[in-house]
């Protein structure tokens, strides 16, 4: 759907304060940053992690006491899908030394480094190999790819600088420092990210960036390592991929190992058991349990299954009081409601503009402080564009992409974004696109060290189902890196691991007897159940989260 005549109007608003903006943008001169104390008060005014009464006390489990998202305590303290006492562990449907759970970036790296390492691997995912949110990555991965004014010390500095310095060192540590050897790594396994005519790697800035180190392959850089590593995956004899087959809970022995887990084939509706002698569990984020009502950038099925099923066998979970709301989702047209409208415009130049035209934050500010000046420019200042729907956003002024970099430089550099807007009958060379925050990260996730392992023997992490890396907020680009780095190191040290280990021991559920036994003395109800595998749409409080004007900065 095209824009509508009330929202033409108004886009000449933004068209009239263009020249003096670009004017200025070609000067250097920036909106002003915000100072640390201006920062602090917007996130805890209008950021929905830091709303009174946004969090809920974890009763059960290994973090008891510790608080989080209501939606994270309802797959958290909740039930099997499985009753211990009603399955056969004498039945081993397959055997293998690794088995990866989630076929996204994190899994299949895994996977990789796994095999290299001389081992043989299972990597089981819920839907297809690479549906998962590093598929849908657009804007980058950041990465100091060349000597010169940057180094791994920058990087890491901007890492804890975002993070609000809350984030485990070491693990901040050993991404930036791997950082570099993985993007030799990716370009060696043949992914093409995009060059300048000298054949030097193309950077960009990213919010809370001291120096430009976002690479992109245009506007699908997610897109493009996906491709290239599952490729390399579905190469390899010794990769089993069993697709369709999501875990729904781990299997420990008697010594309380990790021993297997027990998977689910979604065609035939039938359990079954996979022996192993080390899990790496790399399933993913949450964004489809739309914390705070927030529509979502993630893939259908990011539901928070590695969270639920490392809680139950005892793994605590941190940094999981803030999540990450990207700034920029589109909220026109309506059925384009949620999806990711990469920073990466920002860090080309796009301006934020409210109703007026006018500039109110520094687009380079990290992802919470722009999608809280976001909220407060909605709701507090009312000065919100209201879409024919109801809700109000703000302008993403895309048009000075091209003014600033010249003619093609879109389409060039965003063709996947200027294509669906396209399909709208929105032309975003010529036309802004209307925003507002969308949920698209999280944060923090199950307790594990920089050699990928958590408090399980035999039970490794990796990727967005961890905490600590990102402290409370994320960079753009981390992520990216991050899967690749710590999908290596678990692939890697699980593999070591396996090798190993002499004796496998007796299986066991008597982790998620205990765990039920917690939950009926805390008066869980019986009808929670995780891991929620795919959301339920048909669901009116599900579908109410998605679908309508119920969130924060809607004008009713
Ligand atoms: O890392 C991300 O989440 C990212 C770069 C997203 C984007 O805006 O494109």
Redesign the pocket.
Known sequence: MAYTSELKQLIKRVEETRPLRLEKKRQGTEFPRMSLVEKEERLRKFHPSYKENSLQELKVGPSKGYSVAPEFCEILESWSRIDPDRIDLSKITYETDVLIVGGGGAGTAAALLAHDNGVRVILATKLRHGDANTMM?????QAVSKPGKDSPYYHYLDTIGGGHFKNIPLLVYTLVTQAPSVMQWLEGLGAMFDKKPDGNLKVFH?GGMSRKR?HVAA?I?GTEIMRTIRDEARNREGIRVLEFSPVVELVLNERGECAGAILYNLETEEYFLVKAKAVILATGGSGRLHIGGFPTTNHYGATGDGLALGYRCGIGVCFLHTSQY?P?GAIFPEQAEGL?????FRGAGAHLLNIDGEQFVCETEPRDACASSIIRECIQMGKGVPNATGKAGVWLDSPMIDLLHGEGALTKEFVGKYKLFKRYGIDITKEPMLVYPTL??QNGGLEFNERGETSIPGLYAAGEVTGGVHGEN???????MDVLVFGRIAGKNAALYAKEKVQDGRFTLDHVRKFHQELERAGVDRKRISPILLPDYSNPSVKRRQLTTEYQGTIR
């Open positions: 990555a657009e804007g980058g991965i990213l976002d506007d850089t990207h920029t990711l409208v990469s920073e990466k698209h990260y994320r960079l753009g680009g981390n992520s990216l």
